[in-house]
């Protein structure tokens, strides 16, 4: 049972999924409590991390470079365990430059990992499996993020456990279950042999423009939704625990079946039904003066990125088998360009109007849905947008 298990590309999959979320949930989930009430951080301050968070996301074309000495399979063991170290040395530095060193430490590894993990998904998973098996390791993240915010909630909560001590715990788990796949799994064979050389491709245009204001829309989210409940609302971090607690139930139980859904109605739709969501909940967010509603909207926006994985699944049908380890790297540079900087401007910005923040991530919300509607129907390698076969383009 156990060879089988450790000679299987699914379960390593499954494996990267659990182990992923332990630290980055658990980081992720203290962060702006912590920096608040150790580091003392305001608006922009907080803005600043966030940029120096995403720079390694930027440099995620880097991981083509390193491929050249080491196995996709290889490294995404060391981006783990890179991971699971960022996040134990967090609780122990308190001084900005200390968090912010930190800080990059944990994003080189999130940031190699997840695109290493899109690139085996894409190159392992068959196409007309993809959406169903990339919903159920999303539900998977979501389920193992759910233990983080459980396990958070009683051991600071009820046993009094230190932000020190929770960030070592999770991050020390990260690194076991880093060397045990190391030393466990088998060598996988890729697939179809790699690309090694960095360059953007014409026909992927439309992915790559998407992925631009993806990015762009999830820094609004991760960095200011959750920093407007702590800053304008004063929510504790018991309540930020149980609010992230009951996301990730929605999302165990929703991702699988907006996989079914992508595989019945195509990616487009989908994507198209993520922007609307977004576009009203932004809009929201600018105006919200009630925390009840603050927290709905918080729950919504945190659900519309069950969605998100009908991106990778278009970019894999449109996809020749050969570019899918370099595009996932430089589709993982592109997400990151706006999130390198769009926190430290918007943090500023947040400083006079928080409100314009997310009038801001609106409009990126509306450009985004407009550009959906040059997906085409069926796309496939040869048909990747609407134009694909028109003269002007060839």
Known sequence: MI??????KTALLYLVAIAMPLSFAAWMALLNNFVVEKAH?????IGILQSVREIPGLMSFSVVLVLLLVSQQRLAYI???????????????????GLYFA?????VGFHYLQTLNQSLSLQWIPKYQAPIVLGRLSSTQAFARLSVFIFIYIFMGYFAFTYKTVYTLFGGITILLGIIAWTGFKKFNEGALQEKKLMLTKRYWLFYLLTFFGGARRQIFVVFAAFLLVEKFGVSIHHMVVLLFANAILNIYLAPKVG???????????????????????VSY?????????????????LLFAMSFSLATYFQKIADPKDISTNSAISGTINHIAAVFLPFILGLV???SPYMVFLIGAGIAAISFILIFLIPRNPEQGHE??????EILK
């Open 260 to 282: 079914r859904l992508i595989s019945r109605f195509g990616e487009a739709m989908i994507l198209k039904l993520e922007y609307v969501g977004l576009f009203i909940i932004f």
């Open 79 to 97: 981006s783990l365990i890179l991971l699971g170290v960022g996040t134990l040395i967090t609780g122990y530095l308190h001084s900005t430059v």
């Open 41 to 45: 951080f305001n608006g922009s301050e």
């Open 350 to 352: 947040w400083l006079k």
């Open 286 to 302: 600018a105006y919200v003066s009630h925390v009840q509603i603050a927290y709905v909207l918080y729950l919504l926006d945190s």
């Open 385 to 390: 947008t609407i134009f694909s076969n028109k």
């Open 3 to 8: 060879s089988r298990i450790f000679n299987s």
């Open 103 to 107: 800080t990059i430490i944990m994003s």
